[in-house]
């Protein structure tokens, strides 16, 4: 089992910067995937950036050069750096954890923080 909670979400203007933090407790944090999904009011969740557990990166388009993804291992933490924050970037933002295994495949989420950009 892995908890996730996220933290560092408010209400920005735009070009503004947020940082985003995700903490895990409950398992071994370093071999999980970790991702960012977002959701607007009446969309679907989708996919904002992700990280492996071998440190490999991908951000969606939509963010490319103005969102970074990270993780701290040792923290048991990721991380999720907002900057040139647009209207459109208002969501519910999600941390998720999964690892696959042969016979399962164990996915979490945490809670959502809620990110608002707005003049």
């Known amino acids: 089992q892995v908890q996730l909670v996220e933290s560092g979400g408010g209400l920005v203007q735009p070009g503004g910067s947020l940082r985003l933090s995700c903490a895990a407790t409950?398992?071994?944090?370093?071999?999980?995937?970790m991702a960012w999904y977002r959701q607007a009011p009446g969309k679907q969740r989708d996919l904002v950036a992700t990280i492996a557990s071998d440190g490999s990166i991908n951000h969606v388009d939509s963010v490319k050069g103005r969102f970074t993804i990270s993780r701290d291992n040792a923290k048991n933490t990721l991380y999720l750096q907002m900057n040139s924050l647009k209207p459109e970037d208002t969501a519910v933002y999600y941390c998720?954890?999964?690892?696959?295994?042969?016979?399962?495949?164990?996915?979490?989420w945490g809670q959502g923080t809620q990110v608002t950009v707005s003049s």
């Open positions: 998720n954890a999964r690892r696959d295994t042969v016979i399962y495949r164990y996915n979490y």
């Open positions: 409950g398992s071994i944090f370093s071999i999980y995937n």
